[in-house]
Every structure is written in C-alpha cells, then in structure tokens.
C-alpha cells in the first residue's frame, strides 16, 4: 500500500493515487486533484531539466502535517501528497495532491489550499537548469 504522503525520485501513477484515495471511504462524493508538471520555457528561458532537493525528514513531517490540517480545515475523508525529487525533464510530473470529501467544493478549495501551503511550508528546493546557467527559484504563491 502507498503512504499518502511521500517523496521519492521516481515518478507516480495519478490513478494508484486516486484509487488508494477512493478506498478510504465510500462517503467520498468529490475528489480535487491538482498534478504538478515541469515546464521546459520559464521567466523568458528555455528549461533543460529541473532540479529538486529536499530536507527530507523535516520535508516529510511538514507535508503530514499540511495533510492533518486539510484534512481538519475542510473536513475531508481522505488526502495524499506526492512530491518527487531529483532531476525531471519538461513535461515531467513533479507533485501530485488529492482530497476526497463528501461534496466537490470543499476537495477543490482543500487541493488549492495544500499546493499553496506546500509552496510556502515545505522545505523542497528547485533548480531550473538553462542555456544561461542554473538558476534557484523563489516560489510564487
């Protein structure tokens, strides 16, 4: 069974994930998916890959309890969070978040809510490799 929080280098299947998702209830009504995916053209640069470090442990005890607090805040039956690290080419996936609740408004509002708190919360570093250089990105919120 996947943990429903993880990071890890390789990519993921969105239907495990949603299906893992599925089985924690059949209250369930509405998931909210958001899929991260890595881009090849940024802030007027060509992408060549893209590069993602994490401290790891702190990383993987902030996004459970991001997890906990969704899943509190917008009183949600189930959600997961998946973020890769290493290295990944344009078009790549990189985080994949899902909450299932009884109805769609509070899974959507939910998913919105943990990307832009991962953003902010979650000690996970990205490297954009260009033509011009490598260049560490400040996230957007």
Not at 19 to 42: H, Q, V
Not at 84 to 104: C, L, Q, S, Y
Request: glycine share 8%; aromatic share 8%.
């Amino acid at each position: 069974m996947l943990a429903q929080v993880r990071i890890q280098y390789e990519d993921f299947s969105q239907d495990e994930e949603i299906n893992a998702l599925k089985s924690a209830s059949k209250r369930m009504g509405g998931i909210g998916t958001f899929l991260g995916c890595a881009r090849d053209f940024s802030e007027g640069r060509d992408v060549s890959e893209i590069s993602f470090d994490a401290y790891g442990s702190m990383a993987l005890s902030e996004m459970n309890k991001l997890r906990s607090d969704a899943i509190e805040k917008f009183d949600l039956l189930d959600a997961r969070i998946v973020h890769r690290i290493g290295t990944v080419k344009g078009g790549d996936n990189i985080v994949f978040i899902a909450a299932g609740a009884e109805r769609r408004v509070a899974a959507l509002e939910a998913c919105r809510w943990m990307i832009d708190e991962l953003k902010q919360r979650v000690p996970i570093w990205k490297k954009e490799i260009t033509p011009q250089g490598d260049a560490w990105v400040v996230p957007h919120p």
